[in-house]
């Protein structure tokens, strides 16, 4: 079974800084997709990043990016000028694409972003 | 664009009853997903469905039950309610293609659930 693992239960950063939340995952499969999601106070679930493994090239949008190291089975995201808004809880997730009756997202245990003015 | 609804966004119940979520989501979506998120936890998938039929089963309790109907909406019922089910329950809905070009899961805003 795939496992995410987040190892920073709550990192800070300061305004207009940059902040890299990490991620690692285990699995067997060889294609697969990685996300970062973001949840304000408002609890919304908010797709921040997606990579798909066979893309050897890391995914970017707008301030934040990915380093996907897929050997290591390492997905961290990287926040540059870090805002405000960006103060929420950041999951990683797994899902497989093997087929439709394993199609579930697997989070880890979420990162805590503290952004500071 | 649609996204995906939920209802209702706040549910009070007692120790013992039943309620009812259910899940609209984005149009042509085959896809839905349920989750449950406890206070300072992350989701934790309950079950899916696929083109209507369960596709997928994580660790629901035997005292819920879900289903997806004929317009591709989903209901997630929950019965014998009891005080740690008190939680924000997701629905998420994809698509789903054969050759593995499936999209990301979009999720709504999430019900509530409150179980005094």
């Known amino acids: 079974a795939q496992t995410v693992t987040q190892s920073q239960p709550e990192m800070s950063v300061q305004e207009a800084e940059t902040v890299t939340l990490s991620c690692t995952y285990d699995t067997s499969e060889s294609d697969y997709y990685l996300f970062w999601y973001k949840q304000p106070p408002s609890r919304q679930m908010i797709l921040v990043i997606r990579?798909?493994?066979?893309?050897?090239q890391n995914a970017t949008e707008n301030r934040f990016s990915v380093n996907f190291q897929k050997a290591a089975k390492s997905f961290s995201l990287k926040i540059s000028d870090s805002q405000l808004g960006d103060a929420a809880m950041y999951f990683c997730a797994y899902r497989s694409k093997i087929s439709y009756n394993t199609d579930k997202l697997i989070f880890g245990t979420g990162t805590r972003l503290q952004v500071f003015p | 664009a649609a996204g995906v609804i939920q209802s209702p966004r706040h549910l009070i119940k007692e120790k013992r009853e039943t309620a009812t979520l259910k899940c609209y989501p984005i149009p042509r979506h085959d896809t839905v997903y349920w989750y449950q998120q406890g206070p300072g936890q992350d989701p934790q998938f309950l079950i899916s469905?696929?083109?209507?039929?369960?596709?997928d089963k994580g660790s629901i309790p035997d005292r819920f039950s879900a289903q997806q109907f004929s317009d591709y909406h989903s209901e997630l019922n929950m019965s014998s309610l009891e005080l740690g089910d008190s939680a924000l329950y997701f629905c998420a809905s994809s698509l789903w293609r054969w050759e593995g070009m499936n999209t990301e899961a979009f999720f709504g805003q999430g019900t509530r659930l409150t179980v005094v």
């Open positions: 469905f696929y083109e209507k039929m369960q596709s």
């Open positions: 990579q798909e493994a066979y893309k050897q």
